[in-house]
C-alpha cells in the first residue's frame, strides 16, 4: 500500500517565478491539506481540499492556490514566488476531516 | 487566539533515560491533540492522538502522552529512550470543527550515548 507521495522532491526557482508542486494521497483517502514548514518551525496550515473543493484555508495570499482532481491527487500553485517562499511544503491525506493525517516526505522549494 | 507551545528547543537525554516533551495548547474548543515525530529527510509521522475519552493515550515507539484540561497540557513522555528516538518532535492541536491543525514549534531530542 503505497502512502503519501509527493513530486518533486527538490526544485530551485527564481523570484516572480512560478511553481506547481504535486501530491497522491494514500490509497482510500479523500481529503488532503497542504502545510507550509519553513527552516526551524512547524508546520502552518495552507488550505485543505475534499471533494475538490477547497475546505478550508489557513492565513496564506492568493499566491497559493490548489486544485483536487476526481482521483483525489491534488496540486498546490505558488504564483510570483518571494523568496520567503523557500520551505518544505507537506502533504498530507486523510480520510474526512481530521481524522489522522499521513504525510508524505515533502517538496522543499529554493527561491533565488 | 489559538496556538501551542512547546517550551523546550533542544533536548539532550542519555539513552536508556527517561523523557518528557511539554506542550501546552490555547484553544477555544474541545481540542484534539497530536504528537508527530519527524526525522531528518522524512514526512511527520503520527506517534499518539488524543481525540476523548481516557486521558492517557499510548502509541506507537513506546510512547505516551497524558491530556490534562486543567493545566492545558498535552506531554509526551516515554521510559527509555533508545538512540534511534533523536528527531524532532512537534505537538499539534485542532477540533472537530475546525480541519486546520496548529502546530508547536517543535523540539529536538538529542540522545547522549
Known amino acids: 500500500d503505497a502512502g503519501v507521495t509527493q513530486s518533486p522532491t527538490h526544485l530551485i526557482k527564481t523570484r516572480g517565478q512560478q511553481v506547481t508542486l504535486r501530491c497522491s494521497p494514500k490509497s482510500g483517502h479523500d481529503t488532503v491539506s497542504w502545510y507550509q514548514q519553513a527552516l526551524g518551525q512547524g508546520p502552518q496550515f495552507i488550505f485543505q481540499y475534499y471533494e475538490e473543493e477547497e475546505r478550508q484555508r489557513g492565513n496564506f495570499p492568493d499566491r497559493f492556490s490548489g486544485h483536487q482532481f476526481p482521483n483525489y491527487s491534488s496540486e498546490l500553485n505558488v504564483n510570483a514566488l518571494l523568496l520567503g517562499d523557500s520551505a518544505l511544503y507537506l502533504c498530507a491525506s486523510s480520510l474526512g476531516g481530521l481524522e489522522t493525517q499521513y504525510f508524505g516526505p515533502g517538496t522543499r522549494l529554493l527561491v533565488l | 487566539a489559538q496556538s501551542v507551545t512547546q517550551p523546550d528547543i533542544h533536548i539532550t537525554v542519555s539513552e536508556g533515560a527517561s523523557l518528557e516533551l511539554r506542550c501546552n495548547y490555547s484553544?477555544?474548543?474541545?481540542?484534539?491533540l497530536f504528537w508527530y515525530v519527524q526525522s531528518p529527510g522524512q514526512g511527520l509521522q503520527l506517534l499518539l492522538k488524543y481525540f476523548s475519552g481516557d486521558t492517557l493515550v499510548q502509541g506507537i515507539k513506546g510512547f505516551e502522552a497524558e491530556f490534562k484540561r486543567s493545566q492545558s497540557s498535552f506531554n509526551l513522555r516515554k521510559p527509555s529512550v533508545h538512540w534511534s528516538d533523536a528527531a524532532e518532535y512537534f505537538c499539534a492541536v485542532g477540533s472537530d470543527s475546525n480541519y486546520q491543525l496548529i502546530w508547536g514549534a517543535g523540539t529536538k531530542l538529542i540522545i547522549k550515548p
Open positions: 484553544y477555544g474548543a474541545t481540542p484534539y
